[in-house]
């Protein structure tokens, strides 16, 4: 199953007004009958460790500029699917994300079932609020775009991650 960029259909201005970035990716898999939250189960609740490595060097660099940390997430009294607070849910979309104060993002994953395949598509949108979030974007893309792709390659996955959630995904 390989993992292709797509145009985002997605409307920036439902999930995150005035988003200057957005992207998207799109994996089909054959048989899986999933919907948005086990789709989102399967590709954030847990990362591969070299994602993880790269995180815990994100969060490292980002705390001495007050930036929130993997971690805060999980501190969030609300939904969490690894360490993305749930924003929305319907069975076909869910929309995870948080803001901050040097950018705001959202992940919008869409499930659609195409015959006896179905489609996953994970949408990213990004409002940067000033020259941290811009620069902070423009270091993290080359990673971004592999690291959606590695977790979106997980959906494939038959079995749904066990409760165990990455501290360390986002």
Do not use: C
Not at 135 to 159: C, G, N, S
Request: charged share 20%.
């Amino acid at each position: 199953m390989s993992v292709v960029d797509v145009a985002p259909q997605v409307d920036p201005a439902t999930w995150l007004p005035g988003a200057q970035f957005t992207d998207a990716y799109r994996l089909e898999v054959d048989g899986q009958n999933l919907d948005a939250r086990e789709a989102a189960m399967r590709m954030m609740a847990r990362a591969p460790r070299w994602v993880d490595a790269l995180l815990v060097l994100r969060n490292v660099i980002v705390a001495p500029f007050g930036l929130k940390t993997s971690g805060a997430a999980k501190r969030m009294p609300r939904d969490i699917i690894g360490i993305f607070p749930v924003v929305s849910e319907t069975p076909e979309r869910l929309v995870v994300g948080f803001n901050d104060k040097h950018l705001d993002f959202r992940v919008v994953l869409d499930v659609a079932t195409l015959g006896q395949r179905q489609s996953v598509t994970a949408t990213t949108l990004v409002l940067t609020h000033n020259w941290l979030g811009r620069t902070y974007l423009r270091i993290i893309m080359p990673f971004h775009r592999r690291v959606v792709r590695a977790m979106l390659r997980q959906v494939a996955q038959r079995q749904a991650p066990t409760a165990h959630a990455s501290a360390t995904s986002a």
